[in-house]
């Protein structure tokens, strides 16, 4: 049975110096006919597998589902709704920016069935956050997820950084100590691996890179996984971490191979055994915008 749902938002308002996703800039791109596509490509994959569909989660990534206005959000929840059966879900996560949820975005999230937030914090360290091109403040974390919560959201992930150019061991401590003062149920914590054709990649060929070295990284995950554990959260995967009952359950459907549908210009899915990636309408689109037509 295909138990899982991965939809991929490319759009971006700021690219980041470390991200080699899928993704574009918003602006000047046909997003409304984007999310117009995504129906297409949903409903022409549940009437090919719909006697197989038990879908369990729903994932937003992206690009930066938030990147959307609310009217946009609310599109897309309309074509999810009608073409994905939600009856079983149990957990709908959308991946955001601190900066750019609003009170109305949120209530659309809410009120069409997201009930699990995973926010891109990456850093406290505001001097850091500049360095990996992010656009948000401390403030804005602060007041996004006591937003979230006064809304209804309970179930509240944040991502955290390491491993960072210019990043201390005390930086670090400091922003774990930070994230680890909001009592939230679920933490993701990545070491900084350098892609190509990435801004990071290209001042890092020009010698411009000074990152950490090896040990360093390795203690600040060992200093990541105790603070971790004193704190009640669980590492359940190398970077995830949780309190009881918390764990992603769409990140354990990836870990125990079972079926899930992916849908649009970044997804892969995986259904009968075999993986495949940007099937049907949204190809074409993805190819119609590289030919500038």
């Known amino acids: 049975m295909i138990k899982g749902v991965y939809i991929h938002i490319p759009f971006c308002h700021q690219i980041c110096h470390y991200c080699d996703f899928n993704k574009v800039f918003f602006k000047n791109q046909p997003v409304d006919e984007y999310i117009e596509t ?61 900066d750019e949820l609003t009170y109305e975005k949120l209530k659309v999230m809410k009120e069409n ?16 956050l500049k360095r990996l091109g992010r656009t948000h403040s401390n403030e804005h974390v602060y007041k996004t997820i006591q937003m979230a919560k006064d ?74 996984m105790n603070e971790m554990d004193s704190e009640g959260l669980k590492q359940y995967e190398i970077s995830n971490f949780a309190r009881s009952g918390t764990h992603s359950l769409h990140n354990n459907l990836y870990w125990n191979n079972e079926s899930y549908a992916g849908f649009g210009a970044g997804a892969h899915g995986y259904a009968d055994g075999v993986r495949y990636s940007n099937i049907g309408p949204i190809k074409k689109y993805m190819e119609t915008v590289a030919s500038g037509e």
Request: hydrophobic fraction near 40%.
């Open 38 to 98: 995504l129906g297409l490509e949903m409903k022409m994959f549940t009437g090919k597998y719909r006697d197989q569909l038990h879908i369990e989660t729903i994932f937003l990534g992206g690009g930066t589902p938030t990147a959307l206005s609310a009217g946009q959000l609310q599109r897309l929840f309309e074509l999810i709704k009608q073409h994905i059966p939600q009856q079983h879900v149990k957990e709908f996560t959308s991946e955001a920016n601190p």
């Open 113 to 128: 069935g997201i009930n699990r937030l995973s926010l891109g914090v990456q850093s406290f360290d505001e001097d850091i």
């Open 151 to 224: 809304i209804g959201f309970s179930n509240i992930s944040i991502d955290l950084m390491y491993g960072l150019p210019g990043q201390s061991m005390d930086q670090w401590k400091e922003s774990l100590e930070k994230a680890l003062e909001l009592h939230l149920p679920h933490y993701s914590a990545y070491s900084l691996i350098v892609e190509p054709k990435t801004v990071f990649y290209n001042l890092m060929t020009k010698g411009k890179l000074i990152l950490p070295g090896e040990d360093l990284e390795a203690d600040m995950y060992d200093v990541l």
